[in-house]
């Protein structure tokens, strides 16, 4: 059994099957609607119910208060439907984004590889081709759970925006099942499941300006793909990186963007530690990525789009940090998955792009 399912101001009509929600109907269809946690968490995908009727599912009462439940409102990640419904979504148009439907893969562990104490690199080769873009994510089903997580894809596709095989940068969090699952359990030739691609977390080429990526942790993935994305594809823009982590250990794909810097004068790669002991032979900058944001770019960011990924609080900083520099809302972009674990972080819905 299905229902039809319009969305406004789209005018977009499509099939939802029993029991699917809102949010991946439209995604498995080509539509994109705001979402970011896909647990009922965070909120981001609220809509309006215009008509019909809708079970509200698992979706937290501060995501989703009783007020908002009683206007109409719904969380799109949650929701199914219980009849023909229609809904009005906050859907805003992004000329840079392609329109590429989510679908099932199959994928065969091909590699691990430890990149840190605390991160693997899992090299996935896929069934079929995955079309995407650069700074897009699946989310990896975890065997046993029965639960997915979301990781960032890093690797860049082909010149034809495909790719048969897919790298994932997972770190261990601490009391995760899914990431302890990966790391502690996880072999090669292990046969995993995964859907994609997720997320408008891409770079806006039509805007031609100069590009700034701040990233921290383990959020160099969608950089990672994105800029050697840009590099392979001719861009010409200046490109500029600062990555952060805690100490020189956690430092990863370090030589790969140094030989990539020495061999586009046009790409600039500032690697920062926060807590290398003092007195080591560390040459680079020292501090937190706002900061050193801040001083590589004498305080001032007029002019650039900013793409920002890593830890809710360092993204929250960054944020701050571009503001005073006179950098704003609507030249920030930043990774929009949250974990569970992040989804009582989220920012406002007030900043609809940040």
């Known amino acids: ?38 647990h009922g968490l965070c909120g981001t995908c609220k809509v309006q119910v215009l008509d019909g009727e809708v079970d509200q599912g698992n979706a937290n009462p501060f995501a989703l208060m009783e007020g908002e439940r009683a206007d109409g409102k719904t969380l799109a990640c949650c929701c199914t439907l219980q009849s023909d419904v229609t809904i009005e979504a906050d859907i805003e148009e992004e000329p840079d984004a392609e329109v590429i439907p989510v679908r099932d893969f199959a994928a065969t562990v091909l590699r691990i590889e430890r990149l840190t104490p605390t991160i693997k690199a ?16 699946v989310q990896l089903e975890i065997p046993g759970l029965g639960e997915s997580r979301a990781f960032s894809i890093a690797n860049a596709p082909d010149a034809n925006g495909d790719s048969t095989q897919i790298e994932l940068n997972v770190r261990q969090v601490r009391g995760g099942k899914g990431t302890a699952w990966l790391h502690e359990q996880l072999e090669e030739g292990a046969r995993l499941r995964l859907a994609g691609p997720y997320g408008r977390f891409f770079v806006r ?3 031609r300006q100069p590009m700034l990526f701040l990233a921290g942790g383990s959020g160099l993935s969608s950089p990672r793909s994105m800029i050697h994305q840009m590099l392979a594809s001719g861009c010409t823009e200046p490109i500029t990186l600062i990555y952060g982590q805690r100490t020189r250990e956690e430092l990863y794909y ?33 501090g937190f990525v706002h900061d050193v944001a801040k001083a590589h770019c ?32 609507r030249d920030i972009y930043t990774e929009k998955f949250l974990s569970a674990a992040d989804a009582g972080q989220a920012r406002s819905p007030l900043f609809k792009r940040v």
Do not use: N
């Open 1 to 38: 059994m299905s229902y039809a399912l319009t969305i406004e101001p789209l005018g977009a009509e499509i099939e939802v099957e029993e029991g699917q929600t809102i949010l991946d109907a439209a995604l498995r269809q080509g539509i994109y609607l705001p979402h970011a946690c896909c």
């Open 122 to 137: 899992l090299h996935l080769q896929l069934d079929k081709p995955i079309h995407f873009q650069a700074g897009q994510y």
């Open 205 to 207: 080429r039509s805007a």
């Open 254 to 286: 370090d030589a790969e963007f140094r030989a990539l810097a020495a061999r586009h004068p046009h790409f600039t790669y500032v690697p920062a530690l926060s807590d290398e002991p003092e007195g080591s032979d560390w040459d680079g900058a020292r």
């Open 298 to 329: 004498e305080g001032g960011f007029v002019g650039h789009k900013a793409y920002l990924c890593g830890p809710p609080v360092m993204i929250e900083a960054c944020i701050g940090t571009l503001m005073q520099g006179r950098l704003f809302e």
